[in-house]
């Protein structure tokens, strides 16, 4: 029987979705005497029965294959006309052909079932042990009409195939399209409003810098004061500048993206070093724990951007009572992996809990950022097809969770 992962299978299924096809077959069995008829989907190295009346025991089942070359169908595949013999004994060209030695035929009629754009797609043939008459008008005339109904069918549920294919690609690249419009809209509104505000802040500091200098006795640490604050807001610019065309190059690469073979640990350890910094000021902890390899499979730029920001923001938004502890775990689940970042932070509200990872969210105003770290990473969780899932409990920590 033919297997679903076969190439040839979807025309094997194809011919069982013509309802009409059996009564074709038996229709041929009674008009012409003959025990046994097939439509056949034949190509240059296989010959595949697709739907078959067998009356004569011939043993051949639908599913079941030919070796081509022992048939004439290879012969009418390549000259697409029909072979119609009432007694192989008396038919002077193929008296002595190996097909009725083969399979001890007498009577044989096969008529090529062409599609309308021209394809080959195999045959509609009958065989007898006994001869035959079939070589008249009216049996090729019902076998001829039989082979260009089967064709139409066949066409039909090629296009329709092909129609309901397009209408489901339409709908997901409209759903895409609409998600971009919205994100467009969401990005170009959020992100004019955010980028406004180191902009003005910088604007009001150089104003406060000129009114300085214009004293006649300068003041170096108002001076001083001045210059650190608009590095902040320069530092807070180009923070956001950066997240924003990260978000850029997330849609410009979806699903080109390189998967690779990624250690976690050695991740979060290079991650450890870029945040030394704020990892010693805040006394936080990472551990790292995986019930197997820590091997997984992802882009290997888009993870550690992922890792980064959860991790980062575990730091960030930590207890004012106790040092940060955090630890990230790793399992495979029925072929998933899933990895989950805890720590003993402060907690998101729950009615804030569905809010995180919207563009330029943030609900804390005592902690620096652009508010797209959490946004970044559902996006790379998204293109993957993967899953985010938030638990958290204020004053007691939070667990994002990601599996893909």
Request: charged content about 25%; aromatic content about 8%.
């Amino acid at each position: 029987m033919i297997d679903i992962q076969d190439e040839l299978y979807k025309d094997f299924e194809a011919v069982k979705q013509i309802t009409n096809v059996s009564t074709m077959l038996d229709v041929i069995c009674q008009t012409t005497g003959m025990g046994f008829a097939a439509i056949a989907r034949v190509t240059d190295n296989r010959w595949l029965a697709c739907s078959v009346r067998d009356e004569v025991d011939f043993g051949l089942k639908e599913g079941d294959e030919l070796k081509v070359d022992t048939t004439l169908c290879s012969e009418i595949r390549d000259h697409r006309q029909p072979i119609v013999i009432d007694d192989f004994e008396k038919d002077t060209t193929y008296k002595c052909h190996h097909t009725p030695k083969i399979y001890g035929l007498q009577s044989y009629i096969s008529i090529p079932i062409v599609l309308k754009n021209g394809e080959f797609f195999g045959t509609l043939c009958a065989i007898s042990a006994k001869p035959a008459k079939v070589n008249n008008p009216k049996i090729i005339g019902m076998f001829n009409m039989f082979a260009d109904l089967l064709s139409f069918y066949l066409q039909s549920l090629d296009v329709l195939e092909r129609s309901y294919q397009a209408n489901v690609e339409l709908h997901h690249e409209n759903r895409i399209l609409a998600n971009v419009n919205f994100d467009l809209d969401s990005f170009v509104y959020t992100a004019s409003h955010d980028l406004k505000s180191p902009i003005a802040n910088l604007e009001g500091l150089l104003d406060a810098l000129t009114e300085t200098f214009s004293k006649e006795n300068l003041d170096r640490d108002e001076v001083n004061s001045i210059i650190k604050l608009m590095r902040s807001s320069i530092k807070r610019f180009a923070a956001t500048i950066k997240d924003l065309t990260t978000i850029v190059e997330i849609d410009k690469n979806s699903g080109n993206e390189q998967v690779e073979a990624i250690n976690l640990v050695d991740v979060v350890e290079r991650i450890k070093q870029e945040q030394q910094r704020q990892i010693a000021e805040s006394n936080a902890s990472i551990t790292v724990a995986c019930e197997d390899d820590p091997t997984l499979y992802f882009s290997a730029k888009n993870f550690k951007s992922v890792m980064h920001n959860l991790i980062s923001n575990a730091i960030k938004y930590r207890s004012p009572d106790r040092a940060p502890e955090i630890l990230v775990r790793m399992k495979k689940v029925g072929g998933k992996t899933q990895l989950s970042v805890s720590d003993n932070g402060i907690g998101i509200p729950y009615d804030k809990q569905d809010k995180i990872f919207s563009m330029f969210k943030r609900f804390h105003d005592h902690v620096e950022g652009s508010g797209l770290g959490l946004y970044i990473v559902k996006r790379m969780i998204d293109n993957v097809k993967g899953q985010i899932i938030v638990e958290s409990e204020l004053n007691k920590g939070t667990t994002i969770t990601i599996i893909f």
